[in-house]
């Protein structure tokens, strides 16, 4: 008797790469969470970064006349000129460095396509943003996990250098860090600079959360890292409240700008008219604009750790910057997803296990500090209760 033949064609290979980077149960979790919520029933949401607010009135005015005006055709491959510009006067760099894209994640993910490919190897900080194990598999490359400082998240020096090796191309950080909010200092960045020489590698730094930092001024990677080997990532997304409009950058040396405009000739062919408008309103807004908004993710930061070092078991360091707190949980139960699990259940509070962060994360919680203080502070008095006697 013949065989059937199969019915579906076979997927490339780095699909199915793709598919295991993101195979983790710590994210089953928050789309639990969220399908108990269209169930109707009651759930804090301390899952994403996504700001619960609205952008400040001048961008949604500025996407609405440019909508008015027909800005709804092609853009230029590479960005805005105007867009352009004012991105480089931000990052304090050159406007032919900067190439527009869709959101910092795309941004992340055409810089590894660009850079590293089969048989190459990327180092990420362990625990990592969610995404970037299935950014490098797209790519051909392998991750290389490398755990930072268990006591305070900071880059470990010793253990990324040792990680190194002849196939490692690009080492992809993020500063501010999701999960973990510690960010690089100029230690880092010499340390990194060095190695990056000695070893030929590229830098990729994600500064999403740059307008969020806590403890100390942002450090620009442009400016502290190697110059001719760092690509930074940035986005408007949180710094101003715009994660809808996917709208982001990515800045570098001369010949990856070049490859990116080809990039985004082969990807995107470009980013919405009127969505680049509303970026470049965005970012003529003066820093007074804004105080307000960036200063309470550092002011519910503080409120989320002393409440969490107040419940028995439960321990949290106040972030660098960022959009969340990562809580350890192991002395309350080693299983980060099964204690997530239960607190949804029991708390009706949703956070993320660390373990969704790689195998670093194992134990910890993610909590978001998007919602507002009264908000945070109800999950804290559930979570508090679900775990007491």
């Known amino acids: 008797m013949q065989a ?37 029933r009651q759930v804090i949401l301390l899952t994403l970064g996504d700001p619960e607010g609205p952008p400040h009135p001048a961008i949604v005015e500025a996407a609405r006349a440019a909508l008015a005006a027909g800005r709804t055709h092609y853009a230029p491959l590479a960005g805005e000129p105007a867009l352009r510009e004012a991105v480089a006067g931000r990052l304090g760099c050159a406007a032919s460095r900067i190439t527009i894209v869709p959101g ?67 080492i992809l950080l993020s500063s501010p860090a999701n999960p973990s909010g510690a960010a690089l200092d100029a230690g880092d960045f010499a340390f990194l600079g060095r190695l990056c020489r000695e070893r030929n590698l590229w830098l990729v730094v994600d500064e999403t959360y740059r307008d969020f930092a806590f403890a100390r001024p942002h450090l620009p990677a442009l400016g502290a890292g190697p110059p001719e080997r760092t690509v930074a990532v940035g986005t408007l997304s949180k710094s101003h409240a715009m994660t809808g409009f996917r709208i982001g950058w990515t800045a570098g040396p001369s010949a990856f700008a070049a490859a990116m405009e080809e990039w985004c000739a082969a990807a995107t062919f470009g980013v919405a008219q009127f969505v680049q408008d509303a970026a470049v309103a965005a970012l003529a807004l003066p820093d007074a604009a804004l105080q307000a908004y960036r200063a ?42 099964a204690l997530a699990r239960h607190l949804l259940q029991a708390a009706g509070v949703a956070v993320v ?12 919680l993610r909590l978001s500090l998007t919602p507002p203080a009264e908000t945070l502070g109800r999950a804290l008095d559930a979570i508090e ?3 007491g006697p």
């Open 4 to 40: 059937e033949a199969p019915t579906d064609a076979p997927l490339a290979p780095r699909a199915g790469a793709m598919i295991a980077a993101g195979a983790l149960a710590a994210w089953d979790v928050p789309a639990e969470a969220l399908a108990m919520r269209r169930q109707g």
């Open 104 to 170: 910092a994640q795309h941004g992340v993910f055409a810089a590894i396509q660009l850079l590293a490919g089969p048989g190459d190897e990327v180092i990420l900080s362990d625990p990592h943003y969610a995404t970037y194990p299935g950014v490098v598999a797209a790519s051909g490359a392998r991750a290389v996990p490398v755990a930072v400082r268990s006591h305070d998240f900071g880059l470990d020096r010793a253990a990324l250098a040792a990680a190194v090796s002849p196939a490692t191309r690009v």
């Open 296 to 337: 309470g993710f550092r002011d519910r930061a503080a409120l989320v750790v002393e409440r969490l070092n107040r419940i028995p078991g439960m321990a949290a360091r106040m972030p660098d910057g960022g959009m969340f707190v990562m809580a350890d949980a192991r002395a309350v139960n080693a299983d980060d997803v």
């Open 353 to 364: 296990p660390g373990s969704g962060f790689g195998p670093a994360g194992a134990g910890y």
């Open 385 to 387: 209760r679900a775990l």
